[in-house]
């Protein structure tokens, strides 16, 4: 069994009219499991059921809305993923590329920031650090395998 830290997309929605802004969460949950295709499938299930708390008290802004699993936008495998994650191990990262040190600053300190994220990484460029080979990433689009 190995550990894999999934990235779930989730969204708020009104319940009625028209929207032109959408609140997203990305949630970051541990999944245990003997493949990735396994981890790929529990962390949709788990996705899923998040979604399916329909709390009618909920409200974004002031109107009524609902939560919606968008999908699993990542999976990837645990540095150690034969060990329980534990303190200080890295479960995840994102890779993201930026114009200017300012940007980095404000990316730091909480604020607006234009980014690019690098998902999957880019054919012509490598990625900014390396990864061991039995680390791998499943994009959301597809299951695919892609080492990372």
């Given at each position: 069994?190995?550990?894999?830290a999934?990235?779930l997309i989730?969204?708020?929605?009104?319940?009625?009219?028209?929207?032109k802004r959408?609140l997203?969460?990305?949630n970051?949950?541990?999944?245990?499991a003997?493949?990735s295709?396994?981890?790929?499938?529990?962390a949709?299930?788990?996705?899923?059921?998040?979604e399916?708390?329909?709390?009618e008290t909920l409200?974004?802004g002031g109107r009524?809305s609902r939560?919606?699993?968008?999908g699993v936008?990542?999976?990837?495998?645990c540095?150690?993923p034969?060990?329980?994650p534990?303190d200080?191990?890295e479960v995840t990262?994102?890779?993201?590329m930026v114009?200017s040190?300012?940007?980095?600053?404000k990316?730091?300190?909480?604020r607006?920031a234009p980014?690019?994220?690098?998902?999957?990484?880019?054919?012509e460029e490598?990625p900014?650090?390396?990864?061991?080979a039995?680390q791998t990433?499943?994009?959301?689009?597809?299951?695919?395998?892609?080492?990372?």
């Open positions: 069994m190995k550990w894999y999934a990235h989730l969204y708020f929605k009104r319940r009625q009219g028209p929207q959408f997203v969460w990305e970051i949950v541990l999944i245990r003997g493949s295709d396994e981890a790929y499938d529990k949709e299930r788990h996705g899923r059921a998040e399916a708390i329909d709390d409200t974004v009524p939560l919606v699993f968008a936008r990542k999976l990837t495998e540095v150690d034969d060990t329980r534990g200080g191990a990262y994102n890779e993201m114009k040190e300012g940007a980095i600053k990316l730091v300190a909480g607006a980014v690019e994220m690098l998902e999957p990484f880019p054919d490598e900014a650090r390396s990864a061991p039995e990433a499943l994009p959301a689009n597809g299951r695919k395998k892609r080492v990372v």
